[in-house]
C-alpha cells in the first residue's frame, strides 16, 4: 500500500492506473475509521481494480465553534485498517498541501445546503464540496463512496457531481449500525458511557418514524412528531432538528407521497450532552 501526502505523486499514481485502462474507487474520509468507512471501501474494493482512500480532517468545513482541534486522529490504526482492506494507495496531505497561503476559490451550491445541517453549520458544506472537488481533481477516479450516515451530504456531492459534470460515478453506501442500533460514528468516541446509553435516542426515535409510514402514514408533521416525542423521551438528549424533506432537493415535504423522485429523507440531528449526532433513514415510495 502507497501512502503519499502529496498532490503531484497521488494524481501521478492515479492517471498511470487510468492509463493501464485500470477502474478506480475513491474513498474520501476524516479519518479515525470505523466498520462504516470499511464497508465504503470493501464495496469500492469490489467494483474496482485499485482503491484510493484519503485521510483528511478538512479545516474548512468546521465552523469556529466546532470540533475541528478535537477531531479524532489516529493515522497508524487507520492505515493499517485500510491496508487490510486492500486499498492499494492513502492520500494524507497536510493542510498546508491542500490550502496553500493565499487560498480563496469554493465550491458552493444555492439549494440542499440551507436546510438540514445547512441550518446550524451554515458554511460546512462549502467546505465540504470545496475539498471532495479538490479531492476529485487530485485523484481522478471512477467512482466515489460516500455512506448514507451523511445523507445531505451524499445528496450535495451528487448533485455537484452532475451540476459540475464532473467525470465520476457518486455511489452511495448503507449506513452501518451497533448491535444496538447506534450509527457507526467517529464523534461516537465523545460520548461517555451514560450517553452512550443516551444516544440510543437517535434510532428509536427513527424507528418510531418508520414505522409510521410503512403503515401508511404520509402526513409529515405527524411522522416528524412521532420522531420527536420518542427522543426527547430521553433526558440527555437536545433535539437540533427533525426533518422530513425530498431526498432529491432537501426541500422539507409535508406530503411523503410529493417526493419528486420517490425518495423521502427522515432526518434528525441530536445533542447528546455536547456531542452532535445524526441519523436517517430514506423510505421509497411504494415500499
Ligand atoms: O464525510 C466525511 O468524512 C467528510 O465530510 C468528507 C467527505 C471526507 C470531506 O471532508
Given at each position: 500500500?502507497?501512502?503519499?501526502?502529496?498532490?503531484?505523486?497521488?494524481?501521478?499514481?492515479?492517471?498511470?492506473?487510468?492509463?493501464?485502462?485500470?477502474?478506480?474507487?475513491?474513498?474520501?474520509?476524516?479519518?479515525?475509521?470505523?466498520?462504516?468507512?470499511?464497508?465504503?471501501?470493501?464495496?469500492?474494493?469490489?467494483?474496482?481494480?485499485?482503491?484510493?482512500?484519503?485521510?483528511?480532517?478538512?479545516?474548512?468545513?468546521?465552523?469556529?465553534?466546532?470540533?475541528?482541534?478535537?477531531?479524532?486522529?489516529?493515522?497508524?490504526?487507520?492505515?493499517?485498517?485500510?491496508?487490510?482492506?486492500?486499498?492499494?494507495?492513502?492520500?494524507?496531505?497536510?493542510?498546508?498541501?491542500?490550502?496553500?497561503?493565499?487560498?480563496?476559490?469554493?465550491?458552493?451550491?444555492?439549494?440542499?445546503?440551507?436546510?438540514?445541517?445547512?441550518?446550524?453549520?451554515?458554511?460546512?458544506?462549502?467546505?465540504?464540496?470545496?475539498?471532495?472537488?479538490?479531492?476529485?481533481?487530485?485523484?481522478?477516479?471512477?467512482?466515489?463512496?460516500?455512506?448514507?450516515?451523511?445523507?445531505?451530504?451524499?445528496?450535495?456531492?451528487?448533485?455537484?457531481?452532475?451540476?459540475?459534470?464532473?467525470?465520476?460515478?457518486?455511489?452511495?453506501?448503507?449506513?452501518?449500525?451497533?448491535?444496538?442500533?447506534?450509527?457507526?460514528?467517529?464523534?461516537?468516541?465523545?460520548?461517555?458511557?451514560?450517553?452512550?446509553?443516551?444516544?440510543?435516542?437517535?434510532?428509536?426515535?427513527?424507528?418510531?418514524g418508520?414505522?409510521?409510514v410503512?403503515?401508511?402514514e404520509r402526513e409529515a408533521a405527524k411522522v416528524k412528531r412521532?420522531?420527536?416525542?420518542?427522543?426527547?423521551?430521553?433526558?440527555?438528549?437536545?433535539?437540533?432538528?427533525v426533518e422530513v424533506v425530498d431526498?432529491?432537493?432537501?426541500?422539507p415535504l409535508a406530503d411523503l407521497s410529493a417526493?419528486?423522485?420517490?425518495?423521502v429523507?427522515c432526518?434528525?440531528?441530536?445533542?447528546?450532552?455536547?456531542?452532535?449526532?445524526?441519523?436517517?433513514?430514506?423510505?421509497?415510495?411504494?415500499?
Amino acid at each position: 500500500m502507497i501512502i503519499s501526502g502529496s498532490v503531484k505523486e497521488t494524481r501521478e499514481q492515479v492517471k498511470e492506473w487510468k492509463r493501464k485502462g485500470l477502474r478506480v474507487g475513491f474513498v474520501p474520509t476524516m479519518g479515525y475509521l470505523h466498520e462504516g468507512h470499511q464497508s465504503l471501501m470493501e464495496a469500492a474494493k469490489k467494483e474496482n481494480d485499485r482503491v484510493v482512500a484519503s485521510i483528511f480532517v478538512n479545516p474548512i468545513q468546521f465552523g469556529p465553534n466546532e470540533d475541528f482541534a478535537s477531531y479524532p486522529r489516529d493515522f497508524e490504526k487507520d492505515a493499517a485498517l485500510c491496508e487490510s482492506v486492500g486499498v492499494d494507495l492513502v492520500f494524507h496531505p497536510k493542510a498546508d498541501e491542500m490550502y496553500k497561503e493565499g487560498f480563496c476559490t469554493y465550491v458552493d451550491m444555492d439549494g440542499l445546503t440551507k436546510e438540514l445541517c445547512g441550518k446550524s453549520r451554515p458554511t460546512h458544506f462549502r467546505g465540504v464540496q470545496t475539498v471532495v472537488s479538490k479531492l476529485f481533481h487530485i485523484i481522478p477516479a471512477d467512482r466515489a463512496y460516500f455512506g448514507q450516515k451523511d445523507a445531505q451530504q451524499l445528496a450535495v456531492i451528487k448533485k455537484m457531481a452532475r451540476d459540475l459534470s464532473m467525470d465520476i460515478e457518486i455511489v452511495g453506501c448503507p449506513i452501518i449500525r451497533e448491535a444496538d442500533g447506534l450509527a457507526k460514528s467517529s464523534r461516537n468516541t465523545y460520548l461517555n458511557a451514560e450517553e452512550r446509553q443516551a444516544a440510543l435516542a437517535l434510532s428509536r426515535g427513527l424507528a418510531e418514524g418508520r414505522k409510521l409510514v410503512e403503515a401508511g402514514e404520509r402526513e409529515a408533521a405527524k411522522v416528524k412528531r412521532a420522531i420527536e416525542v420518542e427522543i426527547e423521551k430521553e433526558k440527555l438528549a437536545k433535539v437540533d432538528y427533525v426533518e422530513v424533506v425530498d431526498f432529491a432537493d432537501i426541500m422539507p415535504l409535508a406530503d411523503l407521497s410529493a417526493a419528486k423522485e420517490g425518495e423521502v429523507l427522515c432526518a434528525v440531528a441530536v445533542y447528546i450532552g455536547k456531542t452532535r449526532l445524526i441519523d436517517n433513514f430514506i423510505w421509497k415510495a411504494g415500499q
